[in-house]
């Protein structure tokens, strides 16, 4: 799964997507939904021109977004890059609330069905 991450040019961002996956797969998310996350943030790392600790504006993305993919898809990219930056943005024990709030109930496990 984490392998897919060698083919990033920007290692920063690979570290931080590795770290990011460590706490999402500490909430129960489920295998699929993981790669989801991955699938999205490397999308996101070769399409930006800077690491994501110095994105500022990232409105050019989202417009390429659009205009490359589905709704579906693009709505799917912004849950995940709300939840990665919620996570990067937060100090350590803030993010511990956050986390408390992101836990999934066990029979939703595996379903691609939104929380």
Do not use: C
């Amino acid at each position: 799964m984490l392998n897919s991450l060698a083919t990033l040019e920007k290692k920063e961002d690979v570290e931080l997507i590795k770290s990011f996956v460590k706490v999402i797969e500490a909430q129960g998310l489920s295998k699929a939904r993981v790669v989801l996350y991955i699938s999205a943030l490397k999308l996101v790392s070769r399409h930006l021109k800077v690491t994501f600790t110095k994105v500022k504006d990232i409105e050019e993305f989202f417009t390429w977004l659009n205009s490359s993919y589905s709704s579906q898809t693009v709505q799917g990219d912004i849950i995940v890059l709300r939840r990665f930056y919620k996570w990067l943005r937060a100090k350590p024990e803030e993010y511990e609330e956050l986390r408390r709030n992101h836990t999934y109930h066990p029979s939703r496990k595996g379903t691609f069905a939104p929380p």
